[in-house]
Nanobody, 124 residues
Framework: QVQLLESGGGLVQAGGSLRLSCVAS????????MAWFRQAPGKGREFVAA????????YYADSVKGRFTISRDNAKNTVYLGMNSLKPEDTAVYYC?????????????????WGKGTLVTVSS
């Protein structure tokens, strides 16, 4: 059963923008919040941003602060990741995750459900 489904990845030039979406369903939507992680070739999965369903507080990795914005629409069970001023180093597979541990830097092991990922490629 698909409980997290990402969309919106693609190819964009450096300095451009992209918006990712993730629809949660089933048990994934019952967790406290949502987070975005990313994994570049040869690297581990790293935290990007997180938000709770019950709070507008946003948490970001230092590498994306000021450029990325996480938001959500509870009525649609959807979380978004707006990405501006994209850099080649942002190139990665971006994963949506659901869990109860929502804070900046939460490890990937702290999340309970995962989407299959969507590829973001930023060209120079």
């Amino acid at each position: 059963q698909v409980q997290l489904l990402e969309s919106g990845g693609g190819l964009v030039q450096a300095g451009g923008s992209l918006r990712l979406s993730c629809v949660a369903s089933g048990r994934a939507s019952s967790r406290s919040g949502m987070a975005w992680f990313r994994q570049a070739p040869g690297k581990g999965r790293e935290f990007v941003a997180a938000i709770r369903w019950s709070s507008s507080n946003q948490y970001y990795a230092d590498s994306v602060k000021g450029r990325f914005t996480i938001s959500r629409d509870n009525a649609k069970n959807t979380v978004y990741l707006g990405m501006n001023s994209l850099k080649p180093e942002d190139t990665a597979v971006y994963y949506c995750a659901a869990g109860n541990r929502i804070f900046a830097g939460v490890p990937s092991s702290g999340m309970d459900y995962w989407g299959k990922g969507t590829l973001v490629t930023v060209s120079s």
